[in-house]
């Protein structure tokens, strides 16, 4: 080795590295900060280039891309029957609301320039198809976070009572705990004509109305959600002050209240019997709604005046909230036989069948439910319970049994009966 590769000592005896062997050691520090600037410029390129879509918007992007009259159909196939008028508000909603969160979330339009969400008032007697529908369409068809909510247990904040910002709760719940997947989802409110404040002059079947001092303080913490707001809601369903909570976004979220408002009637009477009769009068002025009956159909004139539902008992800021009030007529017959029919008989069989016993209906006795279900005022929810109180003692005596057989209603006179043929 030549004096040169050699390591000359230092003062304190300590070896310096030669010359070529600083020259070594120069090289290699040179080629590592290459390669750890390489790296730092791959991972730059990475945090930067086109960020990878987030979840909410693989969940916007997954949502099906129908049209109105498609969600109709697809209704249709589902089940639901009747209510087209109906229909036709709440699918073309429903596509408005897609192609917003679409246009905000896809697109990245500016918020602004799109317009503010819809959100619905759906009212009529009990058994018309109010929440089969959002849940049919929302939950079932579209896949959005959907959460039916009865509103009846909730009361003002400081009240005993569900706080009304459980409602939130309850959506971030189903939306798998995301509260950014929360944000685009949809509310019903159901049951929502009991929150009516003691205010409430309507009149249900010639009694006076009785409800908790709470109702409109509920309505008043309703209104901040039913805009765009920052809502703070508990992470869990408590009444303890001390829950860690999470903050929603209410601006994307669709509120639909749902309610039979029973007693309507009676106040649109009120209404037009204070007015002067005269030609300028519509058709729909002039004629007196059946305050005595349960299901009562209103025309969408006859919903429109806000001036109703504050008699009823509603702040009248909160009902200007909905941008459409929908109203639901009553099943009529022809409906409610393709109902019996097409869903809940289709399905008794199909249960039937499962037990190895073959359930005969005949027309007659098909017609008689009907006819009896619109008597008693409940509509298709009514229909479905009333079959099956005619299957009862039959599957009690046969289900599990392992025994083929066969099943039939008949008619007795005026009453169904059933039997083992």
């Known amino acids: 080795m030549s004096d040169f ?3 000359i000592p230092d003062e304190d005896g300590t070896p310096s590295p030669s010359p070529e062997r600083k020259s070594q050691r120069k090289r290699r520090s040179t080629a590592e900060e290459k390669a750890l600037l390489s790296e730092l ?25 129908l049209s109105p009259r498609e969600m109709d159909q697809k209704l249709h196939d589902l089940g639901y029957r009747g209510q087209q008028r109906a229909r036709r508000a709440v699918t073309l909603m429903a596509y408005r609301h897609i ?9 990245k339009k500016p918020v602004h320039t799109i317009g503010t969400k819809q959100n619905l008032l759906l009212m009529g007697p009990t058994g018309s198809g109010k929440t089969f529908l959002i849940e049919t369409l929302f939950g079932g068809i579209l896949k959005l976070p959907t959460v039916i909510v009865d509103v009846t247990p909730f009361s003002e904040t400081g009240y005993v009572g569900q706080d009304p910002n459980n409602i939130l709760t309850r959506l971030y719940h189903v939306a798998d705990r995301d509260p950014e997947l929360a944000q685009i989802g949809i509310v019903a409110l ?13 009149v249900f079947a010639g009694a006076g109305t009785t409800k908790d001092i709470t109702g409109m303080g509920v309505q008043r913490e ?4 039913l805009e765009a707001a920052e809502v703070t809601a508990p992470v869990e369903m408590t009444h303890s002050s001390y829950v860690e909570t999470v903050t929603i976004n209410t601006r994307d979220i669709a509120f639909i209240a749902i309610g039979a408002f029973s007693g309507f009637a009676s106040i649109v009477n009120r209404f037009r019997s204070g007015k002067v009769s005269g030609f300028f009068q519509s058709a729909a002025e002039r004629r007196r709604l059946d305050e005595t009956a349960i299901a009562v159909e209103l025309e969408p004139e006859e919903v429109e005046n806000v001036a109703y539902f504050q008699t009823y008992g509603f702040l009248p800021e909160l009902i200007a909230r909905f941008h459409r009030i929908i109203p639901f007529a009553p099943l009529d017959q022809h409906v409610l036989r393709e109902i019996l029919l097409d869903n809940f008989l289709k399905k ?11 359930l005969r209906v005949p027309d007659e006795v098909v017609d008689h439910l009907v006819k009896a279900a619109i008597k008693r005022e409940t509509g298709a929810r009514g229909l479905n319970a009333f079959l099956f109180t005619f299957l009862e003692e039959q599957a009690y005596q046969w289900f599990g049994s392992g025994e083929e057989k066969t099943v039939e209603l008949y008619m007795e006179g005026e009453r169904i009966r059933s039997r083992v043929v």
């Open 41 to 65: 410029l791959m991972s730059l390129e990475e945090t930067y280039a086109s960020p990878k879509p987030s979840r909410l918007e693989d969940v916007v992007a997954a949502i099906p891309r």
């Open 190 to 202: 159901d049951e929502f004509d009991k929150l009516a404040s003691n205010q409430n002059n309507a």
């Open 99 to 107: 192609s917003r969160l679409r246009w905000i979330y896809l697109d």
């Open 348 to 358: 008794a069989i199909q249960e039937f069948a499962l037990e190895r016993i073959e």
């Open 5 to 7: 590769t050699k390591d």
């Open 222 to 225: 309703l209104l901040k959600m």
